[in-house]
């Protein structure tokens, strides 16, 4: 006779907080609180692609966005990432416009 089936156990709560954040969905303000670059998984993550298949792209020169190999690891700039996504850029403090006449060689 055969061994009863065994049956998966539900998941503890303390990881269901975690997969939680994972599965947000990404937008302007949380890519740009990654700072100026992110790591290639979080790229992925960004761009909704598996880990694995960023850095298959990563080795052959064909990730979507620019990104430097720093050491062992990859880094990706956000500003080009947000780029592709066709979102707005940060506002950065930028010169004003009435600075505009205060500045350079006197008339």
Same mark, same amino acid.
């Given at each position: $006779?055969? =061994?009863?089936? #065994?049956?998966?156990?539900?998941? =503890?709560? *303390? !990881?269901?907080?975690?997969?939680?954040?994972?599965?947000?969905?990404?937008?302007?303000?949380?890519?740009?609180?990654?700072?100026?670059? *992110?790591?290639?998984?979080?790229? @992925?993550?960004?761009? !909704? $692609?598996?880990?694995?298949?960023?850095?298959?792209?990563?080795?052959?020169? @064909?990730?979507?966005?620019?990104?430097?190999?720093? !050491?062992? #690891?990859?880094?990706?700039?956000?500003?080009?990432?947000?780029? $592709?996504?066709?979102? =707005?850029?940060?506002?950065? =403090?930028?010169?004003?416009?009435?600075?505009?006449?205060?500045?350079?060689?006197?008339?």
């Amino acid at each position: $006779m055969r =061994p009863p089936r #065994r049956t998966r156990t539900a998941t =503890p709560a *303390t !990881g269901e907080a975690s997969r939680r954040e994972e599965r947000q969905a990404w937008t302007a303000e949380r890519i740009r609180a990654l700072g100026p670059s *992110t790591d290639l998984a979080t790229a @992925a993550a960004v761009l !909704g $692609m598996s880990r694995s298949a960023a850095y298959k792209l990563a080795r052959r020169d @064909a990730f979507p966005t620019p990104l430097y190999r720093v !050491g062992a #690891r990859y880094r990706v700039p956000t500003a080009p990432i947000l780029a $592709m996504l066709h979102l =707005p850029q940060a506002a950065g =403090p930028g010169p004003d416009v009435g600075d505009a006449d205060s500045v350079g060689d006197p008339p």
